[in-house]
């Protein structure tokens, strides 16, 4: 049997870069302060990291699932350059009522749904419950929470009161990374 393994789950857009609306272009992007140290600190703390990303630009049309690939294998190169390799990065490209063709429908990976996360756990062998996500709104902690991830930090100002007890909020990411060195790896 596969040992099973903590993962970081990343949402992009306002956690990994700043949120500009519809980031698709590498001369757009602007690195979230503290960011690559985080992920540095991940792995070095033995978790596989993740970036679990809605992408409602490419269901509107405004970009091209080819565009999409094309900026997240620069921002991987980004990432790698920096001692802070991501594992995979995994996407929803659908919209339940502004998607354009195949792209409008409802599915389980659009957060709040938690597809994405289960997905990278199944593929990666990962155990959720000794798992970490860093999002900046409702619907990441929603999807963490529905993938039972351990450990949820809402980075920013997203209300989230519903979810408020679960939930340990963050104004920077080297917060988290100091959290993560913390966290004994209990993983069976």
Not at 27 to 55: H, M, S
Not at 59 to 83: D, I, K, P, V
Not at 130 to 153: N, R
Request: one cysteine or more; aromatic letters at 10%; a negative charge.
């Amino acid at each position: 049997m596969t040992a099973l393994k903590r993962a970081l789950f990343l949402d992009r857009d306002g956690v990994i870069n700043v949120d500009i609306g519809y980031l698709h272009r590498a001369e757009d992007c602007v690195f979230v302060p503290g960011i690559f140290e985080l992920v540095r600190q991940a792995r070095k703390a033995d978790y596989d990291v993740f970036v679990v990303t809605n992408q409602a630009g490419i269901a509107r049309g405004y970009y091209s699932e080819e565009t999409f690939a094309a900026f997240t294998s620069w921002m991987l190169e980004q990432f790698a350059a920096q001692g802070a390799p991501i594992t995979q990065v995994y996407y929803c490209p659908h919209h339940p009522t502004a998607g354009i063709g195949e792209y409008g429908i409802a599915c389980e990976c659009r957060k709040p749904a938690p597809g994405m996360l289960l997905r990278a756990a199944a593929e990666h062998h990962v155990d959720l419950g000794t798992s970490v996500m860093v999002g900046d709104s409702l619907t990441d902690m929603q999807a963490a929470k529905a993938a039972k991830v351990g450990t949820c930090y809402l980075f920013g100002d997203a209300v989230v009161e519903d979810l408020e007890p679960d939930v340990i909020r963050v104004d920077d990411l080297l917060d988290v990374a100091a959290q993560l060195s913390n966290h004994p790896s209990d993983v069976q």
